[in-house]
Structures are given as structure tokens and as C-alpha cells.
Nanobody, 123 residues
Framework: QVQLVESGGGLVQAGGSLRLSCAAS????????MGWFRQAPGKERVFVAA????????YYADSVKGRFTISRDNAENTVYLQMNGLKPEDTAVYYC????????????????WGQGTQVTVSS
């Protein structure tokens, strides 16, 4: 069992940066692949980024590649999403997720979810 709590969201101007954090509790965090997803109003929750349990493998959605960076600190049971060059279309609720198997992108392959943190990018 893994419990996830996101933080770091907020309001930022276009071109700005934010760093999201996801604090995990539970014995299996270091064995879990982690992902970030986002959901804009009236739209489906979509994949943003994922990282393997070791941190050696990462995946990104095309829309954020080159702007966002996912990382993790297994000693601190935390995964991060560094977001640079933010655009208004990045506005969404961002969710952290964990799965007890290898890295993946489909949201239905993740077992545990946080409550989300709002990111709003003004133009």
C-alpha cells in the first residue's frame, strides 16, 4: 500500500516555473514506478511523465518534453516534477500515481493516486 500527497502547485505566469512534489508513505515506494498525470477542466486525465523505480528510465508526453523533468529521491520517498517554460495550456490538476510494477504510461495501469494539486498558468 502506498499513500501519496502532492504539493507545490499554484498560480504562475506563462514562461514561469514550478516544482511539484509527491510525498509517498508505505513500504513499497522504492520498488514502485511513479507517474504524473494531469486533468484540465472538462477533459480526461492524461499522462505527463513517468519514472522507473531506479530513476534510470523516464518517459514524457510530447507536449511537455524538453520543458518538464521528473525525478525521484528514494531516500526521501519523494518524486518531483520540475516544470519550466509553463504555458496556459499546462493549466490542470496534477496527480501523482504509483504502480508496483515497471514504468508505464497508461493511467489504468497505476494502482495508487494522490489527491491532486492545482497548477494555473496565466497568459
Amino acid at each position: 500500500q502506498v499513500q501519496l500527497v502532492e504539493s507545490g502547485g499554484g498560480l504562475v505566469q506563462a514562461g514561469g516555473s514550478l516544482r511539484l512534489s509527491c510525498a509517498a508513505s508505505g513500504r513499497t515506494f522504492s520498488n514502485s514506478a511513479m507517474g504524473w498525470f494531469r486533468q484540465a477542466p472538462g477533459k480526461e486525465r492524461v499522462f505527463v511523465a513517468a519514472i522507473s523505480w531506479s530513476g534510470r528510465t523516464t518517459y514524457y508526453a510530447d507536449s511537455v518534453k524538453g520543458r518538464f523533468t521528473i525525478s525521484r529521491d528514494n531516500a526521501e520517498n519523494t518524486v518531483y516534477l520540475q516544470m519550466n517554460g509553463l504555458k496556459p495550456e499546462d493549466t490542470a490538476v496534477y496527480y501523482c500515481a504509483a504502480r508496483s510494477s515497471g514504468i508505464a504510461t497508461p493511467k489504468n495501469q497505476y494502482d495508487y493516486w494522490g489527491q491532486g494539486t492545482q497548477v494555473t498558468v496565466s497568459s
